[in-house]
């Protein structure tokens, strides 16, 4: 019912930037709140930013300063602009997002997401 494909990611040196992108689509009456998370090799996944249907965001304290999310409605797109990057910013990055299906039902879905490396 509902797709969400992220891109952007890739391999880095430290004090660079990637734009990631979460992208939904399917039968999508209105898109919520949508969160990226990341996963790093032995430890548990962790929501790195999240905003909300009327843009209100929130972030982790590590990267608070140096990240931004943003959306795009008429897109149904979220942004994560991640400036400043540290080699623990290194793991496999996926969007989550509450969609509307219509006024009276929604589900939640997750992308299939997209590795940040970051290394010199």
């Known amino acids: 019912q509902v797709q969400l494909v992220e891109s952007g990611g890739g391999l880095v040196q430290p004090g660079g930037s990637l734009r990631l992108s979460c992208a939904a689509s399917?039968?999508?009456?209105?898109?919520?709140?949508v969160g990226w998370y990341r996963q790093a090799p032995g430890k548990q996944r962790e929501l790195v930013a999240a905003?909300?249907?009327?843009?209100?965001?929130n972030y982790a304290d590590s990267v608070k300063g140096r990240f931004t999310i943003a959306r795009d409605n008429t897109k149904n797109t979220v942004y994560l602009q991640m400036n400043s990057l540290k080699p623990e910013d290194t793991a496999v990055y996926y969007c989550n997002a509450d969609v509307a299906l219509s006024s009276r039902s929604s589900v939640n879905a997750w992308g299939q997401g997209t590795q940040v490396t970051v290394s010199s």
């Open positions: 905003i909300t249907s009327g843009s209100i965001t």
């Open positions: 399917g039968s999508i009456f209105r898109v919520n709140t």
